[in-house]
């Protein structure tokens, strides 16, 4: 059976979701129709916290309501097969669908390395799944001694989830030198690192796993420098890989890159075929080199660029590029980076001029809750425009850092940043005469 409607979408996260609800605001006569293919969903950036911070694992659900509210019909199937000519997608079991526009919003799947013993009982994935996810919380919190491979955002966050567990020993290993190597400074991720520890989190940076033994399930891990661990289970937070089959299977170009080629407006090399989230191609912002960044913020943003210019170019695109804009909070402790790092910077050719300094993000410091920040920034030492910055203290970095990404998104000087006009208020931020962002600016400016 073959069901004709105007907007097909084929996914179910966030992607998915802000893609629909921006359709229906910009086409509201349009029939828009999501095919998904996992029932119940979950919030990408919450999966850490189903394990200790939350009461249930069901408080993570990635609701249906922006559907329902705006009038989407949702099937629960998985496409098969794109037919370009005729504009059709073909489900598995279901039939198929007519389209005049499709959005694929497919996402990603988890990264498998291909290590010896990976496929035994107590190896965790970190897939989007509730159900999967429910048993993966119940069976964790019955074990003794779990080792997380990988040091960036996903490893970092569950180590420090998982440190919460009573009787859990908690073991975290990188291949690289220090933790969160490529959204960081070493004065920024050594923080991490020496916050995990201080949990009692065994950090292991500089070695890898050559292999998992044991019978059915995972007993032990051999690492490169010969060292072994005694485990009961083992967490992969490696990061993931671009689900592009259904986009190649329908000879839809890629980038050099991994995922699916797009251009600024979110359409793939088939005009009515567009893609948005982390199956879409990303483009570094300054250098357009292929850049690895899959984050729920910028899936969405691209949704929001993709539903707005599905039929015709509504929303002109000014930011023509992808800002790595992270941040993650370890036990307190919230570190933000957005655009380059010093050490990317140096390594793309950019001759920088970087400002720190360190503060308070409320004044007087003495008031309750105040705490230590910590801001540097990049900028270009010719034009004084800024390519990046990093933060790290209390909370309110989680916005400052989005005040950073916005000045990257913009290309401000150091001069504006200096001069730049703020809100001041003794609980809500730093004083305005030290505020950390304008005397970090004032710093670079200084160091021409």
Same mark, same amino acid.
């Given at each position: 059976?073959?069901?004709?409607?105007?907007?097909?979408?084929?996914?179910?996260?966030?992607?998915?979701?802000?893609?629909?609800?921006?359709?229906?605001?910009?086409?509201?006569?349009?029939?828009?129709?999501?095919?998904?293919?996992?029932?119940k969903g979950v919030i990408p950036c919450g999966i850490p916290y189903m394990f200790a911070s939350l009461k249930d694992p069901e408080e993570n659900?990635?609701?249906?309501?922006?559907?329902?509210?705006?009038?989407?019909?949702?099937?629960?199937?998985?496409?098969?097969?794109?037919?370009?000519?005729?504009?059709?997608?073909?489900?598995?079991?279901?039939?198929?669908?007519?389209?005049?526009?499709?959005?694929?919003?497919?996402?990603?799947?988890?990264?498998?390395?291909?290590?010896?013993?990976?496929?035994?009982?107590?190896?965790?994935?970190?897939?989007?799944?509730?159900?999967?996810?429910?048993?993966?919380?119940?069976?964790?919190?019955?074990?003794?001694?779990?080792?997380?491979?990988?040091?960036?955002?996903?490893?970092?966050?569950?180590?420090?989830?998982?440190?919460?567990?009573?009787?859990?020993?908690?073991?975290?290993?990188?291949?690289?030198?220090?933790?969160?190597?490529?959204?960081?400074?070493?004065?920024?991720?050594?923080?991490?690192?020496?916050?995990?520890?201080?949990?009692?989190?065994?950090?292991?940076?500089?070695?890898?796993?050559?292999?998992?033994?044991?019978?059915? +399930?995972?007993?032990?891990?051999?690492?490169?420098?010969?060292?072994?661990?005694?485990?009961?289970?083992?967490?992969?937070?490696?990061?993931?890989?671009?689900?592009?089959?259904?986009?190649?299977?329908?000879?839809?170009?890629?980038?050099?890159?991994?995922?699916?080629?797009?251009?600024?407006?979110?359409? =793939?090399?088939?005009?009515?075929?567009?893609?948005?989230?982390?199956?879409?191609?990303? +483009?570094?912002?300054?250098?357009?080199?292929?850049?690895?960044?899959?984050?729920?913020?910028?899936?969405?943003?691209?949704?929001?660029?993709?539903?707005?210019?599905?039929?015709?170019?509504?929303?002109?695109?000014?930011?023509?590029?992808?800002?790595?804009?992270?941040?993650?909070?370890?036990?307190?402790?919230?570190?933000?980076?957005?655009?380059? =790092?010093?050490?990317?910077?140096?390594?793309?050719?950019?001759?920088?001029?970087?400002?720190?300094?360190?503060?308070?993000?409320?004044?007087?410091?003495?008031?309750?809750?105040?705490?230590?920040?910590?801001?540097?920034?990049?900028?270009?030492?010719?034009?004084?425009?800024?390519?990046?910055?990093?933060?790290?203290?209390?909370?309110?970095?989680?916005?400052?850092?989005?005040?950073?990404?916005?000045?990257?998104?913009?290309?401000?000087?150091?001069?504006?940043?200096? =001069?730049?006009?703020?809100?001041?208020h003794p609980y809500l931020t730093g004083a305005p005469t030290v505020y950390p962002i304008v005397l970090a600016a004032q710093n670079a400016g200084?160091?021409?």
């Amino acid at each position: 059976m073959e069901k004709k409607v105007d907007v097909l979408i084929i996914g179910g996260g966030p992607a998915a979701i802000v893609t629909a609800v921006t359709v229906r605001k910009y086409y509201p006569d349009k029939e828009i129709q999501v095919v998904k293919d996992i029932e119940k969903g979950v919030i990408p950036c919450g999966i850490p916290y189903m394990f200790a911070s939350l009461k249930d694992p069901e408080e993570n659900e990635l609701g249906s309501a922006p559907f329902e509210k705006n009038n989407v019909d949702v099937a629960i199937a998985k496409a098969v097969k794109i037919d370009r000519d005729k504009k059709t997608v073909e489900m598995e079991d279901s039939g198929s669908y007519r389209y005049e526009k499709l959005v694929l919003a497919v996402g990603s799947t988890p990264v498998v390395p291909p290590i010896p013993g990976i496929d035994r009982r107590g190896v965790y994935h970190i897939y989007k799944d509730m159900e999967y996810l429910k048993k993966c919380v119940e069976e964790v919190k019955k074990l003794k001694n779990i080792l997380i491979i990988g040091g960036g955002f996903i490893g970092v966050e569950f180590a420090d989830e998982l440190s919460k567990i009573d009787g859990l020993n908690v073991y975290l290993v990188e291949v690289l030198p220090r933790l969160l190597a490529n959204s960081f400074d070493p004065e920024f991720s050594g923080l991490v690192e020496t916050k995990l520890r201080s949990k009692g989190v065994n950090v292991l940076t500089g070695t890898c796993v050559k292999e998992f033994t044991g019978g059915e +399930r995972v007993e032990k891990v051999i690492l490169s420098d010969g060292g072994e661990i005694d485990v009961d289970g083992v967490m992969l937070g490696i990061g993931a890989v671009p689900n592009i089959k259904l986009a190649s299977d329908a000879s839809l170009d890629q980038g050099r890159g991994k995922g699916i080629w797009v251009d600024e407006y979110m359409r =793939t090399s088939d005009p009515d075929i567009f893609a948005v989230g982390d199956c879409a191609g990303k +483009r570094d912002f300054y250098t357009r080199k292929d850049a690895a960044v899959m984050l729920a913020s910028t899936a969405t943003a691209e949704a929001r660029i993709a539903g707005a210019n599905l039929y015709r170019l509504k929303v002109v695109r000014e930011n023509k590029g992808t800002i790595a804009i992270y941040s993650t909070y370890i036990d307190g402790l919230v570190l933000g980076s957005a655009g380059l =790092t010093e050490g990317s910077a140096k390594k793309e050719g950019f001759e920088i001029m970087t400002g720190s300094v360190e503060g308070m993000d409320k004044h007087p410091a003495t008031l309750p809750g105040a705490s230590k920040v910590k801001v540097k920034l990049i900028f270009s030492r010719q034009s004084g425009i800024i390519l990046g910055g990093q933060v790290a203290g209390g909370m309110s970095c989680g916005e400052m850092i989005n005040l950073i990404g916005v000045a990257v998104q913009k290309r401000m000087s150091y001069t504006e940043l200096e =001069t730049l006009q703020m809100a001041t208020h003794p609980y809500l931020t730093g004083a305005p005469t030290v505020y950390p962002i304008v005397l970090a600016a004032q710093n670079a400016g200084g160091n021409p």
